[in-house]
């Protein structure tokens, strides 16, 4: 996601801001006729009464149109490519006393936010802030942090934007603030870093080792973790270099040890384990003196 404003960051081509009203229509110069050939023909969505948006918009985006509200929640966060746990069903926002919302189906699976909104009424987005106040609530502390982590690091969300987060949100949940860094470059990276605080772990992010490179987090100074996903890891190149780096930290007197994200997210229990018993262990050798340094400042 490009770096924008905190509650405005640039949007994917496909999400327009607002909805289009048959007047914004007659204003930009279209005809009553041209505006049903539009919607005949497919060019034009019309998702309620008298709320239209372009073809190309997001389903998620038109589907919160549909049922009454504004996308809100994970599911607006995942469309700005924030990470969040993967969860079902259609997050939206309504107004408290809104009416006459549509009645979705029994298989379409929507999580009503029954609150005000700062958005315009025709915005078809709620405030980034909002979002991430209710992502918060919705999902597990760990994966809020990863959240508010990843919004962070991409810009989606400044101090002052997480300061008013946490003004937001209720008191339970403040105690999740000092655990946040934006050195974080990937959700999977703050769910291990939290599961080796719980181990009494002191954890670097983003450090680069001469000779080595970059590396995700450096644990206690001699155990290096990489966090991999398909994404970051789909070609034999990638690969080659991977075990390059690895055999140079090796080495080093490092250790490096590779967490699959599948397993970080879906098998947390094993992956705390594999932890332990690593930390436990200790270092093989005492890594050599090197030059290790922070990059992880943005």
């Given at each position: 996601?490009?770096?924008?404003?905190?509650?405005?960051?640039?949007?994917?081509?496909?999400?327009?801001?607002?909805?289009?009203?048959?007047?914004?229509?007659?204003?930009?110069?279209?005809?009553?006729?041209?505006?049903?050939?539009?919607?005949?023909?497919?060019?034009?969505?019309?998702?309620?009464?008298?709320?239209?948006?372009?073809?190309?918009?997001?389903?998620?985006?038109?589907?919160?149109?549909?049922?009454?509200?504004?996308?809100?929640?994970?599911?607006?966060?995942?469309?700005?490519?924030?990470?969040?746990?993967?969860?079902?069903?259609?997050?939206?926002?309504?107004?408290?006393?809104?009416?006459?919302?549509?009645?979705?189906?029994?298989?379409?699976?929507?999580?009503?936010?029954?609150?005000?909104?700062?958005?315009?009424?025709?915005?078809?987005?709620?405030?980034?802030?909002?979002?991430?106040?209710?992502?918060?609530?919705?999902?597990?502390?760990?994966?809020?942090?990863?959240?508010?982590?990843?919004?962070?690091?991409?810009?989606?969300?400044?101090?002052?934007?997480?300061?008013?987060?946490?003004?937001?949100?209720?008191?339970?949940?403040?105690?999740?603030?000092?655990?946040?860094?934006?050195?974080?470059e990937a959700g999977t990276?703050?769910?291990?870093r939290l599961m080796l605080?719980?181990?009494?772990?002191?954890?670097?992010?983003?450090?680069?080792?001469?000779?080595?490179?970059?590396?995700?987090?450096?644990?206690?100074?001699?155990?290096?973790?990489?966090?991999?996903?398909?994404?970051?890891?789909?070609?034999?190149?990638?690969?080659?270099?991977?075990?390059?780096?690895?055999?140079?930290?090796?080495?080093?007197?490092?250790?490096?040890?590779?967490?699959?994200?599948?397993?970080?997210?879906?098998?947390?229990?094993?992956?705390?384990?594999?932890?332990?018993?690593?930390?436990?262990?200790?270092?093989?050798?005492?890594?050599?003196?090197?030059?290790?340094?922070?990059?992880?400042?943005?």
């Amino acid at each position: 996601m490009i770096r924008s404003s905190a509650d405005r960051p640039v949007l994917p081509s496909d999400v327009p801001t607002a909805v289009l009203r048959r007047a914004h229509l007659l204003a930009a110069g279209a005809t009553g006729r041209q505006i049903t050939d539009a919607v005949r023909d497919g060019r034009l969505l019309r998702l309620r009464r008298d709320h239209y948006l372009p073809r190309d918009t997001d389903p998620q985006v038109c589907a919160a149109v549909q049922w009454g509200g504004r996308l809100d929640c994970v599911s607006l966060l995942r469309l700005l490519g924030v990470f969040v746990r993967e969860r079902a069903g259609l997050h939206i926002q309504l107004a408290p006393d809104a009416s006459r919302t549509p009645r979705p189906e029994a298989s379409t699976e929507i999580v009503r936010h029954w609150r005000p909104t700062s958005s315009a009424a025709d915005d078809v987005l709620v405030p980034v802030r909002e979002a991430l106040c209710a992502a918060v609530r919705c999902q597990r502390p760990r994966d809020a942090v990863a959240t508010l982590d990843s919004a962070w690091h991409l810009g989606a969300v400044d101090e002052d934007g997480l300061a008013d987060v946490f003004a937001h949100v209720p008191g339970r949940y403040r105690s999740l603030r000092p655990l946040l860094d934006q050195r974080a470059e990937a959700g999977t990276e703050t769910l291990v870093r939290l599961m080796l605080r719980s181990l009494g772990c002191h954890v670097d992010l983003q450090v680069r080792i001469d000779g080595v490179g970059r590396v995700d987090l450096l644990v206690d100074g001699w155990l290096v973790i990489e966090c991999d996903s398909r994404s970051h890891h789909g070609s034999w190149g990638d690969h080659k270099r991977d075990r390059r780096r690895d055999a140079a930290a090796i080495g080093l007197g490092f250790t490096t040890l590779r967490l699959l994200a599948e397993d970080i997210l879906f098998r947390p229990e094993w992956v705390i384990e594999v932890l332990r018993r690593a930390v436990a262990r200790g270092p093989g050798t005492t890594p050599r003196t090197v030059r290790v340094h922070n990059s992880g400042e943005l």
